[in-house]
């Protein structure tokens, strides 16, 4: 894993406060996902994690490269299993929304909860 995903990971984590899950990423391969034939090439990648919570395990896996806003929307599944992915991506953007504005992490604690 790079310095780079290891910095958000841990990034994300502690402000999610996950930083009791053994979080790791691994690259897959394109030729590992199968895609419908209607889904266009540019939209044919994928990223999802795999949770073991009796462990508080999370892995990460991708076909293609990883960063922040990816890797916050992958803890928002461990943080919130039971939302929808409708739900984690409003979330998402909800923390996103305020990192921009610069009140994000520490007075959007709110949204993490």
Known sequence: MDDNKTNWINFWQYWLDLSDWYIINKPILKEQVCYDETIPDSDRYFIGIEITKKHK???IYH?????GISILH??????????????????????????????????CKHLYS
């Open 57 to 59: 395990i999370g892995v």
């Open 63 to 67: 076909d293609r490269e990883l960063d």
């Open 74 to 107: 992958e803890l928002l599944h461990v943080k919130f299993p039971n939302f929808s992915e409708d739900e984690i991506n409003k979330r998402c953007d909800e923390i996103l929304v305020g990192s921009r504005r610069g009140t994000c992490p520490s007075l």
